[in-house]
C-alpha cells in the first residue's frame, strides 16, 4: 500500500467531521496520519498503541484497543479477592503442580479401569457349571417342576425355565433350558450397591439373602433375565436348610430380596448331595450335567468327551457370550439365531397348573378405599 | 444489562418518592412481608397440602405392609415386566431440578450474572428440598428399605468402586452437603442483620442457624462461599447429572435403549432444561402471592426463558442423535428400543412439548416485543412435565426391550400403580409444605446490604 499525498480539502473536511463529535480533533488527526505511517511500515504497531494509549485514556476514557487491554486489568481484579498479581514463580508452581495431578490421574485412571475389569475373580478354584445337551431335551419339565418344589418357590416363579422357539432353517420346536449361568464376570455382582451378590469360590453366584436391600440393579444388569424378585410373602414355606457357608444364600428369599437359580448351595457341601442338584438329577433324559468345570474329570467335561467321540464333532455355545459375561451353562447343539421366534411348549405351562407370565398374579390386595368403595377384586393374590 | 437494572429502579423509586424509604429499605420490607401473619388462603394451602401427604403416607404404608407387589412393577424375562419404574424416573426428574437451584445461584457468584440474583435463594431452597425428594425415591423403589443402612454403610468401601448405585449414593450426598453448607452460610449472613424484624416465636431457629456466627469473618465466609460456588458448578453438570446419574443406566450393555455414550450430555441436557423450567415456576408462584413484580422483574424471566431455549435444543439435538444411529445401521437390540421409542404416542407428546417451549421461548429471546410472563411459565412448566414423561419412559422402555429377548414376556409391560402415584401427590404436598414454612421463617429473597441499614 502507497501512503497517498493529504488532498488540503480532504484535511479541512475530517478536521470538521471530528470537531463535530466534540472530542480533541487535532489528536485524532494525528493518529491518524500516524495510523498511515504504520500501515507503510515507518513506524511499528507497538509505538504506536503506546504512543496514543495515554492520550486515548484521557480523551475518551477507555481504550479497547487490543495492546492496551492491561490498563483494564484493575478494574476486573477490584471485585475479587485473588492476589492482583502473579509472580512466574508461582506460575512454574501452579504449572508443575498439574503436570502432577495429570500424570497421578493418568495412573490412577489406568489402576482403577484395572480394577473394575477384574474385581470379580474370574478363575475360582473350583468353578461348578453345566453341560447342557440340547438334542436330548424334550421338554417334559420334570427339571422345573422339581426346582420349583426344593426351593418352594411362588406361582410363576421359574429359576430353570425352558425355552421354546422356531428358527430359520430350524422349524422344528427347538428348546432350550435356561439356568443362571453363575458367569465368571458376572455384571449382577459388579453392580450390586452392598456386595449382597457374590461369587463362592466354588464359582456359584450367589445372594446373600441377609444382605440385599432390593434394589433390583442385578436384574437389570443381568443380560439373561434369570433373576426374580420377591415381590410379596412367599407363599410357600422353606423346606431345605438356607443357610450355606455362613450366608442365607438357598431357596426362596422373604419379601423384598432377590432370587434367581443358585445351583443348590446346600447340597454342595453336603456329604453324598456334593456336585449335584436337583434339577440334574430329576431329568429323566440325562441332558443336565452338572460338575466342576475346571476339572477335566469331572461329569460334564468327561460327557463333552464322550460326545465328541461319538460323533467325530460337537457344537457348543454359551449364552450371549458377546456380553463378555464367560457363562459357565455350556450348550451343546446349535445357537439359537436372531431369527429365532418363540414358539408354544410341547407340553404348556398351564398344563402343568402353573402360570406362565407372573405379571398375571401380580397385582396385590385391594387397598382399603377399593373395599369401601364396593369394588370387586380382580385376578388371584399371593 | 446493568444499565437497564438501574433504569428501572430509578423510575420505581421517583414514583413512590412520598414513601419516607430509602429504594432499597422499600424492597427490604417488600421482601419481608412473606414472613407476616399468614393469610387464611396460607392456611388452607397447608391443610391441602397436608391432606395430601396423608394420603400418599397410608398408600406408602400400604406398600410396606404388603410389599413391592402393590407397585406395576415386576420382573422382566419370563414374567415380562419392568422393575425398574415411576420411582426410579421421578428420582431423575428431581435430580434434575435439584440442579438449577444451585447452579444459577453459583453462576450468580461466579459470574456476576446480576439479572439471576433475585431468585438465587429460591433456587438453592429448590436444589435442597428436590435433593431430599429424589433421596425419599430412592427409599421408595427399595424392597428392604430397613436395611438402608446396616447394609449400606457397612459394606461401602468394599463397593463404591464398583457399583454405579453407589456412585450416586455418595455424590449425591456430597451434593447436598455442598449445597446445604452453602445455602447456610449465605443464609446466617441475612438472618444476623434482620434479626429484629424476624417473627419472634422462630427465635431458637435463628439461635440454631447463627451457631457460632462472627460478623467480622464476612470476608472469610464470601471467601468460602466463592469456592463452593466453583466446586458446585463444575461437580454437579459434570459429575452428578452428566455422570454418574446417567451411567447408572449407560453402562449396562443389557439394556441396548440405555446403553449409549450419548447419555451423559443428554441426562445433563434434560437435567437443565427441567431445571430452569421449574426455578421459572416457583419464582412465579411467589410473584404472583406476594406482588414481586418489580423484586422478580420480567427481564429475570425473560433470560431464564431463554436459557431454557438453549438447554431444551441441546435436549432436542441429542434425542435426534440417537434416534439416527438406533435407525440407520443399527444392532438388534438397539434397532427394536429405537423402534418402540419412535412408535410410541407418549414420547412424541414429550418430545413435541420440550419443542413447543423451545420454539416459543426462542422466539421471545429474540424478539423481546412478544415477552409475556404468563406464555414464559406456561412454556416452563410444560418442559418440565415433559422432562418427567421423559424419564419415566427413558426408565421403562430401557427395560421392556431387553436385547435378550427369547421369553414369552418381551417386551415387558408396566403402568404406575394407585400407589406409585399417590408418591406424586406426597411429594409435592410435601414440596408445598416446605415452601410454606420456609417463606413464614427466612426471607425467600436475598435482602440486599443497605437494605437492613434503618
Ligand atoms: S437386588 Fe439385592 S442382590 Fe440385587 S443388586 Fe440390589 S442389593 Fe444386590
Same mark, same amino acid.
Given at each position: 500500500?502507497?501512503? *497517498?499525498?493529504?488532498?488540503?480539502?480532504? *484535511?479541512?473536511?475530517?478536521?470538521?467531521?471530528?470537531?463535530?463529535?466534540? =472530542?480533541?480533533?487535532?489528536?485524532?488527526?494525528?493518529?491518524?496520519?500516524?495510523?498511515?505511517?504504520? /500501515?507503510?511500515?515507518?513506524?511499528?504497531?507497538?509505538?504506536?498503541?503506546?504512543?496514543?494509549?495515554?492520550?486515548?485514556? %484521557?480523551?475518551?476514557?477507555?481504550?479497547?484497543?487490543?495492546?492496551?487491554?492491561?490498563?483494564?486489568?484493575?478494574?476486573?481484579?477490584? %471485585?475479587?479477592?485473588?492476589?492482583?498479581?502473579?509472580?512466574?514463580?508461582?506460575?512454574? *508452581?501452579?504449572?508443575?503442580?498439574?503436570?502432577?495431578?495429570? /500424570?497421578?490421574?493418568?495412573?490412577?485412571?489406568?489402576?482403577?479401569?484395572?480394577?473394575?475389569?477384574?474385581?470379580?475373580?474370574? =478363575?475360582?478354584?473350583?468353578?461348578?457349571?453345566?453341560?447342557?445337551?440340547?438334542?436330548?431335551?424334550?421338554?417334559?419339565?420334570?427339571?422345573?417342576?422339581?426346582?420349583?418344589?426344593?426351593?418352594?418357590?411362588?406361582?410363576?416363579?421359574?429359576?430353570?425355565?425352558?425355552?421354546?422357539?422356531?428358527?430359520?432353517?430350524?422349524?422344528?420346536?427347538?428348546?432350550?433350558?435356561?439356568?443362571?449361568?453363575?458367569?465368571?464376570?458376572?455384571?449382577?455382582?459388579k453392580v450390586c450397591p452392598v456386595g449382597a451378590r457374590f461369587k463362592r469360590d466354588d464359582g456359584l453366584v450367589l445372594i446373600d439373602y441377609d444382605r440385599c436391600i432390593g434394589c433390583r440393579y442385578c436384574m437389570t444388569a443381568c443380560p439373561y433375565g434369570v433373576n426374580y424378585f420377591q415381590w410379596t410373602d412367599p407363599a410357600y414355606p422353606l423346606n431345605i436348610e438356607?443357610?450355606?457357608?455362613?450366608?442365607?444364600?438357598?431357596?426362596?428369599?422373604?419379601?423384598?430380596?432377590?432370587?434367581?437359580?443358585?445351583?443348590?448351595?446346600?447340597?454342595?457341601? /453336603? /456329604?453324598?448331595?456334593?456336585?449335584?442338584?436337583?434339577?440334574?438329577?430329576?431329568?429323566?433324559?440325562?441332558?443336565?450335567?452338572?460338575?466342576?468345570?475346571?476339572?477335566?474329570?469331572?461329569?460334564?467335561?468327561?460327557?463333552?468327551?464322550?460326545?465328541?467321540?461319538?460323533?467325530?464333532?460337537?457344537?457348543?455355545?454359551?449364552?450371549?457370550?458377546?456380553?463378555?459375561?464367560?457363562?459357565?451353562?455350556?450348550?451343546?447343539?446349535?445357537?439359537?439365531?436372531?431369527?429365532?421366534?418363540?414358539?408354544?411348549?410341547? *407340553?404348556?405351562?398351564?398344563? #402343568?397348573?402353573?402360570?406362565?407370565?407372573? %405379571?398375571?398374579?401380580?397385582?396385590?390386595?385391594?387397598?382399603?378405599? #377399593?373395599?369401601?368403595?364396593?369394588?370387586?377384586?380382580?385376578?388371584?393374590?399371593? | 444489562?446493568?444499565?437497564?437494572?438501574?433504569?428501572?429502579?430509578?423510575?420505581?423509586?421517583?414514583?413512590?418518592? $412520598?414513601?419516607?424509604?430509602?429504594?432499597?429499605?422499600?424492597?427490604?420490607?417488600?421482601?419481608?412481608?412473606?414472613?407476616?401473619?399468614?393469610?387464611?388462603?396460607?392456611?388452607?394451602?397447608?391443610?391441602?397440602?397436608?391432606?395430601?401427604?396423608?394420603?400418599?403416607?397410608?398408600?406408602?404404608?400400604?406398600?410396606?405392609?404388603?410389599?413391592?407387589?402393590?407397585?406395576?412393577?415386576?420382573?422382566?424375562?419370563?414374567?415380562?415386566?419392568?422393575?425398574?419404574?415411576?420411582?426410579?424416573?421421578?428420582?431423575?426428574?428431581?435430580?434434575?431440578?435439584?440442579?438449577?437451584?444451585?447452579?444459577?445461584?453459583?453462576?450468580?457468584?461466579?459470574?456476576?450474572?446480576?439479572?439471576?440474583? @433475585?431468585?438465587?435463594?429460591?433456587? $438453592?431452597?429448590?436444589?435442597?428440598?428436590?435433593?431430599?425428594?429424589?433421596?425419599?425415591?430412592?427409599?421408595?423403589?427399595?424392597?428392604?428399605?430397613?436395611?438402608?443402612?446396616?447394609?449400606?454403610? !457397612?459394606?461401602?468401601?468394599?463397593?463404591?468402586?464398583?457399583?454405579?448405585?453407589?456412585?450416586?449414593?455418595?455424590?449425591?450426598?456430597?451434593?447436598?452437603?455442598?449445597?446445604?453448607?452453602?445455602?447456610?452460610?449465605?443464609?446466617?449472613?441475612?438472618? &444476623?442483620?434482620?434479626? +429484629?424484624?424476624? @417473627?419472634?416465636?422462630?427465635?431458637?431457629?435463628?439461635?440454631?442457624?447463627?451457631?457460632?456466627?462472627?460478623?467480622?469473618?464476612?470476608?472469610?465466609?464470601?471467601?468460602?462461599?466463592?469456592?463452593?460456588?466453583?466446586?458446585?458448578?463444575?461437580?454437579?453438570?459434570?459429575?452428578?447429572?452428566?455422570?454418574?446419574?446417567?451411567?447408572?443406566?449407560?453402562?449396562?450393555?443389557?439394556?441396548?435403549?440405555?446403553?449409549?455414550?450419548?447419555?451423559?450430555?443428554?441426562?445433563?441436557?434434560?437435567?437443565?432444561?427441567?431445571?430452569?423450567?421449574?426455578?421459572?415456576?416457583?419464582?412465579?408462584?411467589?410473584?404472583?402471592? &406476594?406482588?414481586?413484580? $418489580?423484586?422478580?422483574?420480567?427481564?429475570?424471566?425473560?433470560?431464564?426463558?431463554?436459557?431454557?431455549?438453549?438447554?431444551?435444543?441441546?435436549?432436542?439435538?441429542?434425542?435426534?442423535?440417537?434416534?439416527?444411529?438406533?435407525?440407520?445401521? !443399527?444392532?438388534?437390540?438397539?434397532?427394536?428400543?429405537?423402534?418402540?421409542?419412535?412408535? +410410541?404416542? @407418549? &414420547?412424541?407428546?414429550?418430545?413435541?412439548?420440550?419443542?413447543?417451549?423451545?420454539?416459543?421461548?426462542?422466539?421471545?429471546?429474540?424478539? @423481546?416485543?412478544?415477552?409475556?410472563?404468563?406464555?414464559?411459565?406456561?412454556?416452563?412448566?410444560?418442559?418440565?412435565?415433559?422432562?418427567?414423561?421423559?424419564?419415566?419412559?427413558?426408565?421403562?422402555?430401557?427395560?421392556?426391550? !431387553?436385547?435378550? +429377548?427369547?421369553?414369552?414376556?418381551?417386551?415387558?409391560?408396566?403402568?404406575?400403580?394407585?400407589? $406409585?402415584?399417590?408418591?406424586?401427590?406426597?411429594?409435592?404436598?410435601?414440596?408445598?409444605?416446605?415452601?410454606?414454612?420456609?417463606?413464614?421463617?427466612?426471607?425467600?429473597?436475598?435482602?440486599?446490604?443497605?437494605?437492613?441499614?434503618?
Open positions: 500500500m502507497t501512503s *497517498k499525498r493529504e488532498n488540503p480539502d480532504m *484535511k479541512e473536511h475530517i478536521g470538521r467531521l471530528l470537531r463535530g463529535a466534540q =472530542v480533541d480533533a487535532g489528536l485524532g488527526q494525528e493518529a491518524a496520519r500516524d495510523a498511515q505511517r504504520v /500501515a507503510s511500515g515507518e513506524i511499528s504497531e507497538a509505538k504506536f498503541y503506546e504512543k496514543y494509549h495515554g492520550a486515548y485514556l %484521557k480523551e475518551f476514557g477507555i481504550d479497547l484497543r487490543p495492546e492496551s487491554s492491561r490498563s483494564g486489568k484493575d478494574e476486573l481484579m477490584s %471485585k475479587s479477592f485473588f492476589k492482583d498479581s502473579i509472580s512466574r514463580r508461582t506460575l512454574f *508452581k501452579v504449572a508443575g503442580a498439574s503436570a502432577a495431578v495429570l /500424570a497421578l490421574n493418568m495412573w490412577l485412571g489406568r489402576r482403577a479401569l484395572a480394577a473394575t475389569r477384574d474385581d470379580i475373580p474370574r =478363575v475360582t478354584p473350583v468353578q461348578y457349571g453345566m453341560v447342557i445337551d440340547l438334542e436330548k431335551c424334550d421338554g417334559c419339565l420334570t427339571c422345573v417342576a422339581a426346582c420349583k418344589g426344593h426351593n418352594s418357590l411362588d406361582e410363576a416363579v421359574y429359576w430353570l425355565h425352558i425355552i421354546s422357539y422356531t428358527d430359520s432353517n430350524r422349524p422344528e420346536v427347538n428348546l432350550l433350558p435356561r439356568f443362571c449361568n453363575h458367569c465368571s464376570n458376572a455384571p449382577c455382582i438356607p443357610v450355606s457357608r455362613g450366608r442365607r444364600v438357598a431357596g426362596r428369599p422373604e419379601e423384598g430380596i432377590m432370587s434367581k437359580c443358585d445351583f443348590c448351595p446346600e447340597r454342595q457341601d /453336603a /456329604a453324598g448331595a456334593k456336585g449335584t442338584t436337583i434339577c440334574q438329577l430329576t431329568c429323566p433324559h440325562n441332558v443336565i450335567h452338572f460338575g466342576d468345570l475346571n476339572d477335566p474329570q469331572s461329569e460334564p467335561n468327561r460327557y463333552l468327551e464322550q460326545k465328541r467321540k461319538e460323533k467325530g464333532y460337537i457344537s457348543t455355545f454359551g449364552l450371549r457370550e458377546e456380553f463378555g459375561t464367560k457363562p459357565n451353562v455350556i450348550y451343546i447343539g446349535q445357537q439359537p439365531s436372531a431369527n429365532a421366534r418363540l414358539a408354544p411348549l410341547p *407340553k404348556s405351562y398351564e398344563s #402343568m397348573g402353573w402360570i406362565a407370565e407372573r %405379571k398375571e398374579v401380580l397385582g396385590g390386595p385391594q387397598p382399603w378405599f #377399593m373395599k369401601a368403595l364396593g369394588v370387586k377384586e380382580n385376578g388371584p393374590v399371593h | 444489562m446493568a444499565q437497564s437494572t438501574r433504569g428501572t429502579r430509578v423510575s420505581t423509586a421517583s414514583a413512590v418518592r $412520598e414513601v419516607p424509604a430509602t429504594e432499597a429499605q422499600r424492597k427490604a420490607n417488600l421482601i419481608l412481608r412473606t414472613l407476616g401473619t399468614p393469610s387464611v388462603k396460607f392456611y388452607v394451602l397447608v391443610t391441602l397440602a397436608a391432606l395430601g401427604l396423608l394420603w400418599w403416607l397410608q398408600a406408602w404404608a400400604f406398600q410396606l405392609g404388603n410389599g413391592m407387589i402393590v407397585t406395576g412393577l415386576a420382573d422382566w424375562g419370563t414374567s415380562g415386566g419392568v422393575p425398574w419404574g415411576m420411582y426410579i424416573g421421578s428420582f431423575i426428574w428431581w435430580v434434575g431440578i435439584a440442579h438449577g437451584g444451585i447452579i444459577i445461584s453459583a453462576a450468580v457468584r461466579l459470574f456476576k450474572l446480576e439479572v439471576f440474583k @433475585p431468585v438465587t435463594r429460591l433456587a $438453592e431452597l429448590l436444589t435442597i428440598s428436590a435433593l431430599s425428594m429424589a433421596g425419599l425415591y430412592i427409599i421408595l423403589h427399595l424392597g428392604r428399605p430397613d436395611r438402608m443402612v446396616t447394609s449400606i454403610i !457397612p459394606h461401602f468401601l468394599e463397593r463404591v468402586h464398583f457399583s454405579p448405585l453407589i456412585w450416586d449414593v455418595t455424590v449425591i450426598t456430597m451434593y447436598f452437603v455442598l449445597s446445604g453448607t452453602y445455602i447456610l452460610l449465605s443464609l446466617r449472613e441475612d438472618i &444476623y442483620h434482620l434479626l +429484629n424484624r424476624l @417473627p419472634k416465636i422462630f427465635a431458637p431457629v435463628y439461635r440454631m442457624l447463627l451457631f457460632a456466627y462472627d460478623p467480622g469473618e464476612s470476608k472469610k465466609v464470601e471467601r468460602m462461599l466463592w469456592w463452593l460456588a466453583f466446586a458446585v458448578i463444575i461437580m454437579a453438570p459434570l459429575l452428578l447429572h452428566g455422570g454418574v446419574i446417567p451411567w447408572l443406566f449407560q453402562l449396562l450393555p443389557s439394556m441396548p435403549g440405555w446403553n449409549s455414550a450419548i447419555q451423559g450430555p443428554q441426562f445433563l441436557s434434560i437435567a437443565l432444561t427441567s431445571a430452569i423450567g421449574s426455578v421459572i415456576t416457583l419464582a412465579f408462584i411467589f410473584r404472583k402471592i &406476594y406482588g414481586w413484580k $418489580e423484586i422478580i422483574p420480567d427481564k429475570t424471566f425473560h433470560r431464564l426463558g431463554a436459557l431454557l431455549a438453549l438447554f431444551a435444543m441441546f435436549f432436542l439435538w441429542l434425542q435426534l442423535q440417537q434416534i439416527i444411529t438406533g435407525s440407520f445401521a !443399527p444392532t438388534l437390540g438397539m434397532g427394536r428400543a429405537t423402534d418402540a421409542k419412535v412408535n +410410541n404416542l @407418549p &414420547y412424541w407428546v414429550a418430545i413435541g412439548s420440550v419443542a413447543a417451549s423451545m420454539i416459543y421461548l426462542g422466539a421471545q429471546t429474540i424478539y @423481546p416485543a412478544i415477552f409475556s410472563i404468563g406464555r414464559t411459565v406456561a412454556a416452563g412448566l410444560l418442559a418440565v412435565m415433559a422432562v418427567l414423561l421423559e424419564k419415566a419412559l427413558f426408565v421403562i422402555e430401557g427395560l421392556a426391550f !431387553p436385547a435378550f +429377548n427369547l421369553y414369552e414376556g418381551v417386551p415387558g409391560h408396566y403402568s404406575p400403580s394407585w400407589v $406409585e402415584l399417590s408418591s406424586m401427590l406426597g411429594v409435592f404436598s410435601m414440596m408445598a409444605l416446605f415452601f410454606a414454612l420456609v417463606a413464614k421463617m427466612i426471607p425467600v429473597i436475598e435482602v440486599t446490604e443497605e437494605g437492613e441499614e434503618h
